[in-house]
C-alpha cells in the first residue's frame, strides 16, 4: 500500500503534530491528529519560542507557512543579557544583530493559531485523549481513547510530547529527572507597569546565572515577561521546599528569600510578579535514545527525544522531524521505507543536540556560570 491510500493518525496538537498534518495535507495526504485538550483555547500554550533558520523555520518553509510566520515574529525578541547575580552583564546583544536572520521569536499561542488555520476543517480531533496503542496481527494498530473512541489505522505518528503514550511501543526507555526545577512567574504590562524592570530587561531575554540557580526572564509578544527561576536540586526539592504555591504573596516572600543577596534588578523578577505561581520539574530522555524500527508506528518531537530546554532546541527539533518525516512519506512510494530514513536521520542530530543541550545545563549550573556563558556568546 502507497502512502496516498495509508490511513495515518497523529497523536498530539503540539508545535511538532500541527506541522506535520499540515506537510502531509499539503501533499495530498488525509492525516487525522487526536489531541487530548477539547479545544484551542482550553490551555495557556506558554512562552515564546525562538524559531532557528536550520530547524524550526526550515519546518515551516516545507510546510509553505515561513511567509506568514516572518510577517507576525519578533525579531527584536532575539536580545540576550547574561548577568551574574550581582546584574554585573558578561554579554549582550549588540542591536545591529537583531535582524531578520538568526532566531526570531514567536509566541507558542501565535505559532499554534498559524498552524491551526493552515489545516482543513476536521484535521483534530479534540478531546481524544489516547490510552493506548494496540499493534494489529493483520498489521496497522488500534488506538483506544478514554472517552470510549477506538479506531484502526496503518501509521500511528506519536507526537505526544514527553509522557508519550505511544513510545511503550518502541521504547522502554526511562524519563528521567535532570536535576533542575523551575518556578514560573509572569509580570503582566510590564512596560506600562513596571518601567524600571522592563529598561533593565531589554527588549528579549535576560539570564543571571549564579550560586546553582538561574533567573531566565523572556519579554512576550502580549507584554508579559515570563520568568523561569531555576534550581540544581532534588527531585522532590519542589513539593518539599516550604513554600505554598497557592498563597502568591507568601511563596514570593520565600522565593526572595532564596535570592537574598542577587541584584536589586534581579529581584524585581520575583517582586513584580502576578499570583501565577508555576512548578515544574525537568526532564530528559537518554542522549542516545534510539529504538528498532517497528512497522506502522513511529516517535517525533519530546515523545522522541525529550531534553532540557538549555540549549533553546525542543520545539525547533519537533518541527524538524516533523518535515523530515512527512517530507519523507510524500517522496517515497513504500512509507515503511520512508519512515525508517525519517528514523535513522532523526537519531543522528537529535543525539547531537541533546549533547550539547546536556552539556548547556551543566554550565548553567556550574560555578562562574555567567562568565562561560557569556564567553560562548561572545565568541559567536
Ligand atoms: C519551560 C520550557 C521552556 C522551553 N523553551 C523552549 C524554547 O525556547 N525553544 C524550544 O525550541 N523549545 C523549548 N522548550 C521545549 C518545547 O516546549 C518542546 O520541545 C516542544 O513543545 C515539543 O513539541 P511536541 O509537539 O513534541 O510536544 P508537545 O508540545 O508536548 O505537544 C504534545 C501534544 O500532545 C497532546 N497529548 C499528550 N498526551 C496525549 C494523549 N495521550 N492523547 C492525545 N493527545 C495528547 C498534548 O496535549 C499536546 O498538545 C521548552 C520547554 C519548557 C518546559
Known sequence: MNSQEKRIAIIGAGPGGLTLARILQQGGLAPVIYEQETSPAERQQGGTLDLDEQTGQK???????????????????????ITDKKGTVFAETEPEKLTDHG??????????????????????????????????????????????????????????????????????????????????????????????????????????????????????????????????????????????????????????????????????????????????????????????????VTLIGDAAHLMTPFAGAGANLTMLDAAELGLSILHNADTDKAVKQYEEKMFAYAEETAAETGSHMKTFFSESAAQKIGAMMNAF
Not at 505511544?166 to 521504547?171: D, E, G, I, K, N
Open 103 to 296: 532566531r526570531p521569536e514567536i509566541d507558542r499561542t501565535e505559532l499554534r493559531r498559524l498552524l491551526l488555520q493552515s489545516l482543513k476543517t476536521d484535521t483534530i480531533k479534540w478531546g481524544h485523549k489516547l490510552s493506548h496503542a494496540v499493534p494489529l496481527e493483520k498489521g496497522g494498530h488500534k488506538l483506544e481513547f478514554e472517552n470510549g473512541h477506538t479506531d484502526v489505522f496503518d501509521l500511528i505518528i506519536a507526537a505526544d510530547g514527553a509522557f508519550s503514550r505511544v513510545r511503550p511501543l518502541l521504547s522502554d526507555a526511562p524519563v528521567e529527572y535532570s536535576g533542575i526545577s523551575m518556578i514560573e512567574l509572569h509580570i503582566m504590562n510590564a512596560a506600562a507597569d513596571f518601567p524600571d524592570l522592563a529598561g533593565f530587561h531589554g527588549t528579549g531575554s535576560m539570564y543571571a546565572l549564579d550560586d546553582r540557580k538561574a533567573i531566565m526572564a523572556q519579554l512576550n509578544g502580549d507584554g508579559t515577561v515570563r520568568v523561569y527561576l531555576c534550581f540544581a536540586a532534588g527531585r522532590y526539592w519542589i513539593d518539599e521546599n516550604d513554600i505554598d504555591y497557592d498563597q502568591p504573596e507568601e511563596a514570593k516572600q520565600k522565593l526572595l528569600e532564596l535570592f537574598e543577596d542577587w541584584s536589586d534588578d534581579l529581584k524585581h523578577y520575583i517582586q513584580y510578579a502576578g499570583e501565577t505561581i508555576l512548578p515544574r520539574r525537568l526532564y530528559s530522555l537518554p542522549v542516545q535514545h534510539k529504538w528498532e524500527h517497528k512497522q506502522g
Open 59 to 81: 519546518a515551516l518553509q516545507a510546510a509553505g507557512l515561513l511567509g506568514s510566520f516572518r510577517s507576525i515574529c519578533r525579531y527584536e525578541g532575539q536580545a540576550l543579557k
